[in-house]
């Protein structure tokens, strides 16, 4: 009988294997696990194996390779996001994909930049010198009203927080459901999944009816309206009302969770490095003098883009991604049975001391004379990568600077008195309590 062999790791329970360490500490236990046992190691979730894998090369592997599928724990989200973008596979998938994507070229989304500053304006208008906010719910505020605007044509107000409360309320118990010995179906009647049903019907009535208001309407310059009449270009058939709702749906929540994180990690990093925030303010007086920024000023904003980078790079909003194989196949020197688990994780390989100096440290500089350029592929992958890689990348990389560079023109932040922020990684990187600042007017 040949021998099964399983990458080294840590020894589990019998019965919840690693759950117990993954639940006190997920990202340190990650951390601890690469570090100890290297570029690719094994640990269980429940009953559950899982093959850890740490270096650019194999990730690169996994990622560019169709032997594999979604990680199951995003497929178990269908109830909210039914079979959009993020949840389907396949011929489905890249069916959808292929229509999509020409929405998100960078030339397509340029025209969404005055949205985007002009709702930054917005709530940094509501903003006053001395009093203390929370960044994270500041930032989500201001990311909803962008996709609201952007995706369905809608201004913020009362929908736009409907909308919103609805989102959080569906995915707050998702986050509990990801570290379950034996996860429940969606269809098994507990309290839980009772509320996210009513929850996402309460979504569903607002995204219907902004899909059929757009049906009668003329071509409009919305995501929704773009995406409502978008054709195969197979068959010239467009999308049902309800896979319209279930890319509308994927979009609106990938789309302004991560950003508001990138952006709350951002300001919580600037409050404790005033000369990072020196600099960028010397940056943004010289190009743009105090006025509001444009997609045009971005090439000419280089220190604003490695803050960015740098953010991404401590704090990535997406901090793991996993992936199920369909068949058997080999990573490395150890081999993965079909149905086998492996994850991959931008908190550990952009902590990796083999391509970054000094890893812990906030260092924008780092970026500078083509790092980005020199590093391997996939020792940096905000985004992920591979046929899958993130369709808002663009969106997102116009979306953050020009917030940051409207918010950093107008106030600078400090930390008040407190127990410091740390990460508590759900489905996202999220903060573990508010990301609380003072607010300083600068004009
Ligand atoms: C800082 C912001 C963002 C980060 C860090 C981020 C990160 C990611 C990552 C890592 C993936 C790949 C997941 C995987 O391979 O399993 C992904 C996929 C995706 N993202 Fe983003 N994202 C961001 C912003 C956005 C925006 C603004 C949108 C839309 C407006 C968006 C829509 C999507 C969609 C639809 C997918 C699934 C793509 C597919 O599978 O075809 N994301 N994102």
Same mark, same amino acid.
């Given at each position: 009988?040949?021998?099964?062999?399983?990458?080294?790791?840590?020894?589990?329970?019998?019965?919840?294997?690693?759950?117990?360490?993954?639940?006190?500490?997920?990202? $340190? !236990?990650?951390?601890?696990?690469?570090?100890?046992?290297?570029?690719?190691? *094994?640990?269980?979730?429940?009953?559950?194996?899982?093959? !850890?894998?740490?270096?650019?090369?194999?990730?690169?592997?996994?990622?560019?390779?169709?032997? !594999?599928?979604?990680?199951?724990?995003?497929?178990?989200?269908?109830?909210?996001?039914?079979?959009?973008?993020?949840?389907?596979?396949?011929?489905?998938?890249?069916?959808?994909?292929?229509?999509?994507?020409?929405?998100?070229?960078?030339?397509?989304?340029? *025209?969404?930049?005055?949205?985007?500053?002009?709702?930054?304006?917005?709530?940094?208008?509501?903003?006053?010198?001395?009093?203390?906010?929370?960044?994270?719910?500041?930032?989500?505020?201001?990311?909803?009203?962008? &996709?609201?605007?952007?995706?369905?044509?809608?201004?913020?107000?009362?929908? &736009?927080?409907?909308?919103?409360?609805?989102?959080?309320?569906?995915? $707050?118990?998702?986050?509990?459901?990801?570290?379950?010995?034996?996860?429940?179906?969606?269809?098994?009647?507990?309290?839980?999944?009772?509320?996210?049903?009513?929850?996402?019907?309460?979504?569903?009535?607002?995204?219907?009816?902004?899909?059929? %208001?757009?049906?009668?309407?003329?071509?409009?310059?919305?995501?929704?309206?773009?995406?409502?009449?978008?054709?195969?270009?197979?068959?010239?058939?467009?999308?049902?009302?309800? %896979?319209?709702?279930?890319?509308?749906?994927? /979009?609106?929540?990938?789309?302004?969770?991560?950003? &508001?994180?990138?952006?709350?990690? $951002?300001?919580?990093?600037?409050?404790?490095?005033?000369?990072?925030?020196?600099?960028? %303010?010397?940056?943004?007086?010289?190009?743009?003098?105090?006025?509001?920024?444009?997609? &045009?000023? /971005?090439?000419?904003?280089?220190?604003?883009?490695?803050?960015?980078?740098?953010?991404?790079?401590?704090?990535?909003?997406?901090?793991?991604?996993?992936?199920?194989?369909?068949?058997?196949?080999?990573?490395?020197?150890?081999?993965?049975?079909?149905?086998?688990?492996?994850?991959? *994780? %931008?908190?550990?390989?952009?902590?990796?001391?083999?391509?970054?100096?000094?890893?812990?440290?906030?260092?924008?500089?780092?970026?500078?004379?083509?790092?980005?350029?020199?590093?391997?592929?996939?020792?940096?992958?905000?985004?992920?990568?591979?046929?899958?890689?993130?369709?808002?990348?663009?969106?997102?990389?116009?979306?953050?600077?020009?917030?940051?560079?409207?918010?950093?023109?107008?106030?600078?932040?400090?930390?008040?008195?407190?127990?410091?922020?740390?990460?508590?990684?759900?489905?996202?990187?999220?903060?573990?309590?508010?990301?609380?600042?003072?607010?300083?007017?600068?004009?």
């Amino acid at each position: 009988m040949s021998k099964v062999l399983i990458p080294p790791g840590p020894k589990g329970h019998f019965l919840s294997g690693n759950l117990p360490e993954m639940r006190h500490d997920p990202l $340190g !236990f990650y951390l601890h696990c690469a570090r100890t046992y290297g570029d690719c190691t *094994s640990m269980r979730f429940g009953l559950k194996r899982i093959w !850890f894998v740490n270096h650019p090369a194999l990730i690169e592997q996994v990622l560019h390779s169709r032997n !594999f599928t979604k990680h199951y724990a995003l497929r178990m989200n269908r109830l909210l996001l039914g079979n959009g973008l993020l949840t389907s596979e396949g011929e489905f998938w890249l069916r959808q994909r292929r229509l999509i994507q020409p929405v998100f070229q960078r030339e397509r989304i340029l *025209s969404y930049a005055p949205d985007m500053t002009a709702c930054a304006e917005r709530q940094i208008d509501t903003w006053h010198d001395g009093e203390v906010r929370d960044l994270h719910i500041e930032m989500r505020k201001l990311t909803l009203a962008i &996709a609201t605007k952007t995706l369905f044509g809608v201004d913020a107000g009362d929908q &736009a927080e409907a909308v919103g409360c609805a989102l959080r309320e569906a995915m $707050g118990t998702f986050d509990q459901r990801l570290f379950r010995i034996l996860p429940l179906p969606d269809n098994v009647p507990t309290p839980g999944n009772w509320r996210i049903r009513k929850a996402i019907r309460r979504l569903d009535a607002i995204l219907y009816k902004l899909i059929h %208001q757009r049906r009668t309407e003329g071509q409009q310059k919305d995501l929704l309206s773009i995406l409502l009449h978008a054709r195969h270009e197979s068959d010239g058939s467009g999308m049902t009302d309800r %896979q319209l709702r279930d890319e509308a749906m994927t /979009l609106f929540l990938a789309g302004h969770e991560t950003t &508001a994180l990138a952006l709350a990690w $951002g300001g919580y990093l600037l409050a404790q490095h005033p000369e990072v925030v020196e600099k960028l %303010q010397a940056e943004l007086h010289q190009v743009l003098g105090g006025r509001t920024p444009t997609a &045009a000023d /971005l090439p000419n904003l280089p220190y604003t883009e490695m803050v960015i980078q740098e953010v991404m790079r401590l704090y990535p909003p997406a901090y793991a991604i996993g992936r199920q194989a369909i068949g058997p196949c080999t990573i490395g020197d150890y081999p993965v049975p079909a149905g086998g688990t492996v994850l991959m *994780s %931008q908190w550990v390989v952009h902590r990796d001391p083999r391509y970054y100096d000094d890893p812990e440290r906030f260092y924008p500089e780092r970026w500078a004379d083509g790092l980005a350029k020199r590093l391997p592929r996939y020792a940096y992958f905000p985004f992920g990568g591979g046929q899958r890689v993130c369709i808002g990348n663009n969106f997102a990389l116009m979306e953050l600077p020009l917030v940051l560079a409207t918010m950093v023109q107008r106030f600078r932040f400090a930390l008040p008195d407190g127990p410091p922020v740390v990460p508590k990684p759900l489905l996202t990187l999220q903060p573990n309590r508010p990301v609380l600042v003072r607010l300083h007017a600068l004009r």
